[in-house]
């Protein structure tokens, strides 16, 4: 399905703008109304949330992580080979970038949004009617067009044939609530909020499907197939003061959606995901309390044409076949944790981290192939910290660390490529324990035991690591030199020929890859 793109915005168009829902009787509304408490709410939520976060600007430990998770560091690569394809000596390693970092000055974005809710949809023109206790907007595209720089024809028949109205109410003074309403039988996609102290969105995903196949429709375009779409979700941004705020996701009904070839369902969580944020303490807190989730889906690749070389190194392309169809199968029992970051003492506290009360599961094909359990042993949760002391921050985990994960990808070895040998039956055990309060700390080149022991087993392949207090543990850099080499573009490496190189060898077991020392 091909909407054009003012279409698609005007579906969306407070959420576009808000990034953010109900129908209620209270106060009287006109337009003026409407008009000045949308402007106002989003320019005094917006305000609240970008105060909240400034403090983050001054945490050495969180613009760490933002600038790694967020982009600004570029990859170094291999260093190049000489012409008898031994690594150049002294290569000056030039990663470029700079960290990405973090702005919370929203006030450009939020001036943009207001401008455009004001002049293109709460604007006198588009209001169709007004009956004391709430106005209807009737979005016009010789109105709202202009606003994509598309005056078209085309453009303005397609918002008449869809007839999207925003039904406005008010609750009470200063605070509205938007129907957003689709066609002449005025379908429902979603509620919005525009409160004094929060935003807010409910999308109904049943309803989000029939505005789909209604405006495929009225736009005389072939009707997309979709999948069965049921539940609702409600997203919110809350003012909790002049420099706090907070984020929600609530699962209010559970979710599913499903066609021939896969399915998503969640349980309905009415906390899914809570985040605060407090200027004036200078702290964060969030908490997530997901249920179950499962999903099934089943892919194909389907024929492609790949690089390859031959004997003279030259590129040449190869017709590779589709393969059969794979049926995935996941389910987490759940996800749960609570977190409080301090920046006044860069440190970051979680508690009841867990995977819900079963164990996690991958299938393929009908064949179990992964089971993961985490704290199986010590009520399936565990806390930890994470502070920053000097240039490397230490994690403590209460009671303890333990991650199992059973692999038995030799059911599936082939129906799948490139399944690592090590992978086909093994079970990978981490654990950290051994102390009141075990902690490691992360290095540059490794991991640092503090307190108690970190152990790592690979038990089909015979593989055992025990780090106690005082050691370290590092990655063995594979020191062999390759004795062919013909450099890939696309892949930034080498691929070697078969004649003694890397290539012929196994893939080696990512512990064996592991080593042990003291620190030095």
Not at 14 to 36: F, I, K, P, Y
Not at 85 to 108: I, L, R, V, W
């Amino acid at each position: 399905m091909n909407l054009n793109k003012p279409i698609w915005a005007a579906l969306g168009v407070v959420a576009l703008s808000t990034s953010l829902m109900a129908c209620d009787e209270g106060e009287d509304v006109d337009h003026r109304v409407a008009q000045q408490a949308v402007g106002q709410n989003v320019t005094n939520v917006s305000a609240s949330v970008s105060n909240s976060m400034v403090f983050l600007k001054g945490s050495s430990l969180f613009n760490d992580g933002f600038g790694r998770a967020f982009g600004g560091y570029s990859d170094c690569g291999a260093p190049p080979y000489n012409d008898d394809n031994t690594y150049e000596d002294d290569y000056d390693y030039d990663c470029g970038g700079e960290p990405a970092k973090f702005d919370p000055d929203f006030s450009e974005p939020t001036a943009e949004a207001v401008s455009y809710l004001s002049n293109y949809i709460f604007t006198q023109k588009n209001v169709e009617s007004e009956s004391g206790n709430s106005v209807t907007y009737l979005l016009k595209g010789e109105v709202v067009c202009p606003a994509f720089d598309n005056d078209g024809p085309s453009c303005i028949n397609n918002f008449k044939a869809l007839q999207i109205r925003l039904v406005v109410t008010s609750p009470a003074a200063g605070d509205v609530d938007i129907s957003v309403q689709v066609g002449p039988n005025r379908i429902n996609p979603v509620n919005l909020e525009f409160y004094r102290n929060h935003l807010a969105a409910s999308p109904d995903l049943a309803a989000i499907r029939s505005t789909i196949l209604f405006s495929a429709q009225a736009l005389n375009q072939e009707a997309p197939k979709l999948p069965t779409m049921q539940g609702r979700l409600r997203l919110a941004i809350a003012r909790d003061g002049d420099k706090k705020a907070s984020a929600s996701v609530a699962i209010t009904h559970a979710i599913l959606v499903a066609d021939g070839d896969y399915e998503f369902q969640a349980a309905a969580s009415p906390n899914a995901l809570v985040v605060t944020t407090d200027g004036v303490a200078k702290m964060v807190s969030a908490s997530a309390a997901l249920g179950a989730i499962s999903a099934l889906f089943t892919t194909r690749d389907d024929s492609y044409s790949y690089e390859d070389y031959d004997e003279n190194g030259d590129v040449i392309y190869v017709d590779s076949e589709g393969s059969d169809p794979v049926a995935y199968g996941v389910k987490l029992g759940g996800l749960s944790a609570s977190s409080i970051f301090d920046a006044t003492k860069e440190l970051l506290n979680v508690t009841n981290i867990g995977l819900g009360s079963t164990t996690s599961t991958l299938d393929i094909n009908g064949k179990r192939v992964l089971s993961v359990d985490l704290n199986k042993d010590n009520g399936r949760k565990f806390d930890l910290s994470i502070e920053k002391t000097g240039d490397n921050p230490t994690l403590t985990v209460s009671p303890a660390f333990d991650l199992r994960l059973v692999l038995k990808f030799a059911q599936v070895q082939d129906q799948l490529r490139n399944v690592a040998e090590w992978a086909l039956d093994e079970v990978l055990t981490i654990n950290l324990s051994g102390a009141a309060k075990p902690s490691v700390q992360f290095l540059d080149d490794g991991i640092k035991v503090l307190a108690g022991k970190l152990t790592l087993t690979a038990a089909t392949a015979g593989l055992t690591h025990v780090v106690e207090a005082n050691q370290c543990l590092v990655q063995e850099f594979d020191s062999r030199e390759p004795t062919s080499c013909i450099y890939d573009e696309i892949l930034d490496d080498c691929i070697y020929e078969d004649d003694g190189s890397w290539e012929s060898e196994p893939e080696r077991h990512p512990l064996s890859e592991l080593i042990i020392n003291s620190c030095n």
